[in-house]
């Protein structure tokens, strides 16, 4: 795809995004990140550069550089704080607000990236960030560490970034683990499963309602799978049992019928996670 692109249409598009340069966020000390000079790439830098080797960024650069193509296209800077107010009066001393450095892509391209990246949450390497219920986006990353202008032998940083909804995204997350221990070291082993807790963190946070129209999941034979829980109130316990055989059971109260249940049938959650059955007569 380099190859295609071409090293000049390449860097253009890696320039646009906002690589290679400082975002201007309102913190001290960011990076400008390393690529390489555009008179100096020749086929092994054009091919280094394509699958991302050979070059170093922040980052706050991928995220906003993730934003933009996601968001429609649209490059902005970004910031921390909001607002700063004078502690007396509560005027606005400064304040910070969308700030557009310019259109990196179309609309109809960054639909198309979003549809891509909440496939590889639901059928390729970053399944471990899927939430049933949800529509996320994502992706993966291994990147090989380097110590005296050498690459390491196993020792990685592991990242995921991630976003929801995959269709009109609210919130963006970026997770980097260095050099893992005890682990299988890939971003969708380690990164993608923190990057879900958070997610589901902002989902309560900003009370984003479930939606059934999501991309399905894909599973592997080693995945956790959801499943839906069967409503089995007013059942007697025995019939409650047989229909809840995919789950653990624990019990509240005495007698035959099945008086409440929890979580409520047409849930999802995964298989072998705990039905709570309220019982009486």
């Known amino acids: ?6 090293k000049e249409t390449l860097f253009k598009y890696i320039h646009d995004f906002g690589f290679g340069t400082k975002t201007g966020i309102d913190l001290n000390g960011e990076g400008s990140g390393i690529l390489f000079s555009l008179d100096k ?8 550069t394509s699958f991302g080797q050979g070059v170093s960024v922040t980052p706050i650069q991928q995220i906003t550089a993730v934003a933009a193509a996601i968001n429609g ?12 107010l004078e502690p007396e009066t509560n005027v606005v001393v400064q304040a910070n607000d969308k700030r557009l450095v310019k259109q990196v892509i179309s609309e109809a391209t960054s639909m198309k990236v979003r549809y891509a990246l909440e496939s590889v949450v639901s059928r390729g390497t970053g399944r471990n960030a899927y939430i049933e219920g ?12 380097v110590s005296g202008g050498r690459y390491m032998v196993g020792n990685y940083i592991v990242s995921f970034i991630g976003f929801l909804p995959a269709d009109n995204p609210e919130v963006l997350v970026y997770v980097a683990i260095d050099n893992p221990k005890g682990v299988t070291q ?3 082993t380690v990164a993608a499963p923190i990057a879900k807790a958070i997610m589901i963190d902002a989902v309560n946070s900003l009370n984003i309602e479930r939606r059934e129209d999501g991309t399905e999941m894909r599973y592997n034979w080693y995945d956790r799978k959801y499943a ?18 995919r789950f653990q059971i624990e019990y509240t109260g005495s007698g035959k019928y099945v008086l409440d249940q929890a979580p409520l049938g047409g849930t999802k959650i995964y298989e072998g996670e705990k039905v709570r059955l309220f019982l009486g007569d």
């Open 1 to 6: 795809m380099g190859r295609r692109l071409g």
């Open 41 to 48: 790439v020749g086929p092994v830098e054009l091919a280094t």
């Open 73 to 84: 296209g649209y490059l902005y800077t970004p910031y921390v704080v909001k607002r700063l």
């Open 134 to 145: 949800y529509r996320v986006g994502g992706k993966t990353g291994t990147a090989q560490k």
């Open 186 to 188: 890939y971003g969708g």
């Open 228 to 245: 839906t829980v069967p409503n089995v109130i007013g059942k007697n316990k025995i019939d409650a049992i047989k229909e809840l055989k």
